[in-house]
């Protein structure tokens, strides 16, 4: 099985069902607090650079929900700037297996990558389920 580098938002109710999943798979999850992780452009760029702009933000963080930052608006250069600023912004998890790396978590990407115990078709392991209420995974 793998050993997954798993950066995410401690207390996130998502990441921990995701590494949950990860971990009943077999794979081995090492967990980095993704808030507090010295990120630099290329170490971003590593994970995002395969992937359209747009899908980088975290659509429940705050700025993102309120409008004040527009992913379909900004330029690769300044998503970048936006996100070492302020990483809350950042699409979670990031996981890291040997030199790949992925943004999200979507089961059935996942499932074909490392592989992965059947989830329940249709579950959204990324949205916070508490977007229409207080939302801590929002929060820093």
Same mark, same amino acid.
């Given at each position: 099985m793998?050993?997954?580098?798993?950066?995410?938002? !401690? $207390?996130?109710?998502?990441n921990?069902?995701?590494?949950?999943?990860?971990?009943?798979? $077999?794979?081995h999850?090492?967990?980095?607090?993704?808030?507090?992780?010295?990120?630099?452009?290329?170490?971003? =760029?590593?994970? =995002?650079?395969?992937?359209?702009?747009?899908?980088?933000?975290n659509?429940?963080?705050p700025r993102?929900?309120?409008?004040?930052?527009?992913?379909?608006?900004?330029?690769?250069?300044?998503?970048?700037q936006?996100?070492?600023?302020?990483?809350? =912004?950042?699409?979670? !998890?990031?996981?890291?297996?040997?030199?790949?790396?992925?943004?999200?978590f979507? !089961?059935?990407?996942?499932?074909?990558?490392? $592989?992965?115990?059947?989830?329940?078709?249709?579950?959204?392991l990324?949205?916070? !389920?508490?977007?229409?209420?207080?939302?801590?995974?929002?929060?820093?």
């Amino acid at each position: 099985m793998a050993e997954i580098v798993f950066y995410e938002k !401690p $207390g996130c109710g998502n990441n921990t069902k995701q590494k949950n999943l990860l971990a009943e798979a $077999g794979h081995h999850v090492l967990a980095k607090n993704l808030l507090t992780e010295t990120w630099t452009i290329e170490k971003l =760029l590593a994970f =995002l650079k395969p992937y359209p702009v747009t899908d980088w933000f975290n659509r429940a963080a705050p700025r993102v929900k309120s409008g004040e930052v527009n992913p379909e608006a900004v330029t690769a250069e300044e998503a970048l700037q936006l996100i070492l600023a302020e990483p809350l =912004l950042l699409r979670r !998890p990031l996981m890291q297996v040997g030199d790949d790396r992925r943004i999200g978590f979507d !089961p059935e990407m996942v499932a074909q990558w490392i $592989g992965l115990t059947p989830v329940e078709t249709g579950t959204d392991l990324e949205s916070c !389920p508490r977007q229409h209420t207080h939302n801590p995974c929002a929060e820093p």
